[in-house]
Every structure is written in structure tokens, then in C-alpha cells.
């Protein structure tokens, strides 16, 4: 069965510091998605990408956030500047399917900003 | 108004029983529905998709869609232990849009 493969599984940071989050999703699928859940509240959707660019993007998804594809099968999420409120499980999702709505997730990366 | 409303449980059945499960949305373009299950600490699992007004069969689970009434349903026959978890309803307009995820209804089934 195909796999969205995340790294890390958990990553510790200082307020303020950088982090990168990578995903890996199955390959030829034409969008791709990242999502976060903030501990015991819902999934939101934070972007879209399609094409090598971003298709949609949410209110969360501000200027502290980039995702990009750096070498044409990973993408990252980029945090430039972590607050406390950015401690989250953030998924990588691979839609399939009727419409490229079914979507894969992957196992996420739990986010602690300390 | 919320976009996907879920009641919140917890959701006690006993094994063997049927679990419904309810679910309704705000936005009366969506065209995807869907229903993933969550066990705890891990990631959304997709178990059934829904497009058109109706049921849908898959082993045991059973999903109802009534786009009139704006309203996702999911049956669980045959309840086991190994049922419980997060049920999460989402929906999407289709065609690369966003899914909006429902905060989930926990399921606990009861040996």
C-alpha cells in the first residue's frame, strides 16, 4: 500500500526558532496538502499545493509559513519564527480518488514549541 | 455557524451492536464527503467516501448521504473493541479544495 512518509515524528523547538517539517508523498499524485491538530481540537487545512504552487491557503497559513519542493518528490513546511500556539501534529496529506479528495495522511510530526 | 458539526460523544455501544454516527455541513457546494477514524496519538484514517445521495456498503460499515438535508451519517454493524477511536466527518467541494474537517464524535465499544 502506497505511504506518506514524515519527518521528523517529533520535533522540540525554542520559541522564535525555525523549523522544517518534510514529507515525502506518494509519488505522481497531483496535489498535496498539509493540515495541523492542535491537541484534542480538529484537523484544519492550512495549504494546498498543486503544480508546484500553492493552490489554497487558510487564514493560519500567514507569512510565518512557507511550504515549498525543493527537489521534485519532498515537500516541506517552513515555521519561520515559532510561538507556543504553533505546537501542533502537522500532516502531509496525498489526495487520491474521485475529485483528488480522498486523502492519504501521513503519520504526522508532532510539533512542541517550548 | 460551523462547517461541520459533530456531536462530540463519547458514543458507548456494547460489541456487537450498531454505532451511528451523525454528521452535518454548512456548505451547500460541497460535493466529497467522507469519513475518517482517528485512533488516539495517530493520524486520520481514511474508511469511507460518499458522492452521491444514498447509502454506501463497504463490509461493515455503512455511510448515508442526504445533500438536501445537508446531512452524513455512519453505521458500524457488528461493533468491536477494535471500533473504538475518533470518527471525523469531512467534506470538500471536490476537485483539489480543502476538506473541513468536523471535530469528531468518539466511539467506545464495549467488550
Redesign the interface.
Known amino acids: 500500500e502506497p505511504e506518506v512518509t514524515q519527518t521528523p515524528s517529533h520535533q522540540v523547538t525554542q520559541m522564535g526558532q525555525e523549523v522544517i517539517l518534510r514529507c515525502v508523498p506518494i509519488s505522481n499524485h497531483?496535489?498535496f496538502?498539509w493540515y495541523r491538530q492542535i491537541l484534542g481540537?480538529?484537523?484544519?487545512?492550512l495549504v494546498?499545493f498543486?503544480n508546484n504552487e500553492i493552490?489554497?491557503k487558510?487564514e493560519i497559513f500567514d507569512d510565518q509559513f512557507s511550504v515549498e519542493r525543493p527537489d521534485g518528490s519532498n515537500f516541506t513546511l517552513k515555521i519561520r519564527s515559532t510561538k507556543l500556539e504553533d505546537s501542533a501534529?502537522y500532516?502531509c496529506a496525498s489526495?487520491t480518488?474521485?475529485?483528488?479528495?480522498?486523502?492519504?495522511?501521513?503519520?504526522?510530526t508532532r510539533l512542541t514549541v517550548v | 455557524q460551523k462547517e461541520v458539526e459533530q456531536n462530540s460523544g463519547p458514543l458507548s455501544v456494547p460489541e456487537g451492536a450498531i454505532a451511528s454516527l451523525n454528521c452535518t455541513y454548512s456548505d451547500r457546494v460541497s460535493q466529497s464527503f467522507f469519513w475518517y477514524r482517528q485512533y488516539s496519538g495517530k493520524s486520520p484514517e481514511l474508511i469511507m467516501s460518499i458522492y452521491s445521495n444514498g447509502d454506501k456498503e463497504d463490509g461493515r460499515f455503512t455511510a448515508q448521504l442526504n445533500k438536501a438535508s445537508q446531512y452524513v451519517s455512519l453505521l458500524i454493524r457488528d461493533s468491536q473493541p477494535s471500533d473504538s477511536a475518533t470518527y471525523l466527518c469531512a467534506v470538500s467541494r471536490g476537485g483539489g479544495f480543502k476538506t473541513i474537517f468536523g471535530a469528531g464524535t468518539r466511539l467506545f465499544v464495549k467488550a
Open positions: 497531483l496535489y496538502y481540537q480538529k484537523v484544519e487545512f494546498s498543486y493552490s489554497e487558510s501534529m500532516f489526495p480518488g474521485r475529485s483528488n479528495t480522498e486523502a492519504f495522511f501521513g503519520q504526522g
